[in-house]
């Protein structure tokens, strides 16, 4: 994916020998701006799909970056690298605000396109046929098949008594109502 073009899915990874002033009070405005999906790890990437383009933009020092790398790549082969590599934290907040104010999510600008990719067209929008559908009447929810009616149940008489056919009753589906409280005492 080239380094210009908005990807599909964008995280951001604050390196875990940092601590979380890195991300609140750095990465603020970045994150407010461009609006990346923080993660804690790379394990997230092996759930996407291969059709979808990655970036992930990676706070670290110089000492963990390299290793990051090389974890992202095995991770996710095909996935933007977006390295933001700087010592001291009052560097990486100038760097990752002259991002956010320039909107330059990778640090180069962006590539211009006719319409957005996360823009939908007006065809898009529309309504599609089928149960999901709000044109004309909907169908009843048993007529979708997602209800399906309750065998019926037998209550027979309570223990000790004798058993009947007046005893025993033919009961249709009940409602189930929450508990009234906890389930353990408040002594324990």
């Known amino acids: 994916m080239p380094q210009d073009t908005l990807p599909d899915y964008h995280f951001l990874l604050i390196a875990p020998n940092l601590g ?3 991300f609140y009070e750095a990465g603020r405005r970045y994150w407010l701006r461009f609006f990346p999906t923080v993660i804690s790890d790379f394990a997230i990437l092996r759930f996407i799909p291969e059709n979808f383009t990655i970036a992930v933009t990676v706070i670290a020092r110089r000492d963990r ?9 095995q991770v996710s082969p095909k ?8 010592d001291f934290y009052e560097d990486t907040q100038a760097e990752l605000e002259r991002r956010a104010e320039s909107n330059q999510p990778f640090g180069v600008p962006l590539r211009p396109t006719a319409t957005p990719t996360s823009a939908a ?5 529309q309504p599609t046929a089928g149960p999901i559908s709000t044109q004309g009447p909907s169908p009843t929810p048993t007529e979708q098949g997602f209800l399906q009616p309750l065998p019926t149940q037998t209550q027979t008489a309570e223990p000790g008594t004798e ?6 009753e033919n009961v249709g589906p009940q409602a189930i109502y929450p508990t009234p409280g906890p389930i353990t005492s408040p002594d324990e």
């Open 65 to 73: 970056v390299a290793q990051l790398g090389v974890e992202l790549a």
């Open 163 to 168: 058993n009947t056919e007046e005893a025993t």
């Open 121 to 125: 067209t007006s065809e898009q929008l």
């Open 20 to 22: 979380s002033e890195w």
């Open 79 to 86: 996935a933007l690298f977006d390295p933001v590599v700087h």
